[in-house]
C-alpha cells in the first residue's frame, strides 16, 4: 500500500490537502489544470503528484 502523502514519483511529501483530512477544495490541486498529457505520465494509482512533479511534466510536455 503506497502512503497517499508521498509524491508516486518523487517520493517527497505531495502536500495533498485531501490526504491530510482538510475540506474539499483547501488542496494545492484543487484549482490546477491537469492536462490529459500530464495525466497518462502519473501512475494509475490513487495518490497524488506534488506539484513539483506537476510542473516539471508541463514543462516537458510543454504544457
Do not use: Y
Not at 27 to 54: A, G, Q, R
Amino acid at each position: 500500500m503506497q502512503n497517499e502523502t508521498l509524491c508516486p514519483l518523487c517520493g517527497m511529501d505531495n502536500r495533498c490537502g485531501h490526504a491530510a483530512g482538510n475540506p474539499p477544495g483547501t488542496c494545492w490541486c484543487d484549482n490546477v489544470l491537469f492536462p490529459e498529457e500530464v495525466l497518462k505520465h502519473i501512475p494509475s494509482s490513487e495518490v497524488c503528484i506534488c506539484e513539483i512533479c506537476l510542473e516539471r511534466l508541463k514543462r516537458r510536455l510543454g504544457r
